[in-house]
């Protein structure tokens, strides 16, 4: 019998963008609340830039399979 597994290799590649695109959010706000909108225009790039890397983003698929001997 074989038994087929699979996982994704990258899936920390998408966390630390998430992260990143939630610290950008803390610092846009911030910036919304002091009115600078350099600061503003610039936080908002980067989240765009970030969503847009999220939304092509390409999972990586490791596939196994595993033979299995079953004993008599």
Do not use: G, P
């Not at 998430?18 to 225009?41: C, F, G, H, P, W």
Request: neutral net charge; glycine residues 0%; proline residues 0%.
């Amino acid at each position: 019998m074989k038994l087929e597994s699979e996982r994704i290799t990258n899936i920390s590649e998408l966390e630390k963008l998430i992260q990143s695109a939630r610290t950008d959010m803390v610092y846009l706000k911030r910036a919304v609340e002091s009115r600078n909108i350099e600061s503003i225009t610039h936080f908002m790039d980067r989240i765009d830039l970030k969503l847009h890397s999220m939304e092509a983003f390409n999972f990586m698929l490791e596939r196994r399979i595993v033979n299995v001997c079953e004993r008599q």
